[in-house]
């Protein structure tokens, strides 16, 4: 059986990312592809208690370095023991964030305080040579998506608002690194999210058909 695709979905909070991968995973699943949908981070047991140090608590409880060591910690184990094995057996995977969200939360966030190199060199070490076949950044005013976001995650059984509470400044930076990002390879493909859950989904829909089911 050949290799399944690897999709990844970006975005700052509150873009939507999550509904929007249900639904192209039932899509994709609709037209006889088998799909596995995962997240970062927490995709993996590991991940899960990584998560919950990486996501609640206080924001200043550690610094964009250490931040991006346990990012890194969560992506190896979950290429190697979920991603990876998924694609060899010819499974599509969707992952709600990769990579991308590192360079941007981490670099372009916290105002490039940490050596782009840093993560240059974690993602060769951790990653390899391997990258996403489809990237969707979903872009959204993080005014309206940090209010999206704290509705949702800052219930009592939540409470994942280590990075919503931020201030608005680092969610624009991260916007801006997205945006660039966006530009860098033509794997990317930036969304406006600010726009019906249907028709996003269709545009989610037409980008995934040009770019990888009619190769
Ligand atoms: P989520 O709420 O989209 O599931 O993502 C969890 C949080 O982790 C979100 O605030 C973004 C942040 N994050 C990073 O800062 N760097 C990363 O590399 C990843 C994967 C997520």
């Keep these: 059986m050949g290799k399944g695709c690897f999709i990844t979905l ?6 939507g990312k999550t509904t929007q991968i249900g639904l192209l995973a039932a899509y994709l699943q609709n037209k006889g592809i088998d799909v596995m949908t995962t997240k970062e981070p ?63 939360y981490q670099y372009y966030g916290y105002d490039k305080r ?17 990258r996403p076949d489809l990237t969707i950044i979903l872009d959204i005013d993080p ?31 991260l916007r801006r690194g997205f945006r660039e990002i966006a530009q860098s390879s033509p794997h990317y493909v930036l969304l406006n999210a600010d726009q019906s859950v249907e028709s996003l989904h269709r ?3 037409k980008m995934t058909e040009e770019r990888l089911m009619r190769k």
């Design 143 to 173: 005014a309206k998506g940090v209010a999206r976001s704290l509705k949702r995650n800052g219930s009592a059984a939540v409470q994942e608002t280590r990075f919503e509470s931020r201030e608005l400044a680092f969610h624009e930076n």
């Design 10 to 15: 970006e975005g700052g909070e509150g873009s």
């Design 42 to 104: 927490g995709g993996t047991e590991v991940g899960q208690e990584l998560r919950k140090i990486l996501c609640t608590g206080n924001k200043d409880k550690m610094d964009a370095v250490a931040e991006a060591l346990l990012y890194y910690a969560d992506r190896r184990i979950h290429l190697q023991s979920k991603v990876l094995p998924a694609l060899e057996r010819g499974t599509w995977v969707i992952s709600d964030r990769f990579a991308d969200s590192t360079v941007a």
């Design 203 to 205: 545009e989610i829909v």
């Design 114 to 130: 940490l050596p782009k190199e840093m993560l240059d060199q974690l993602y060769a070490i951790t990653v390899g040579h391997f």
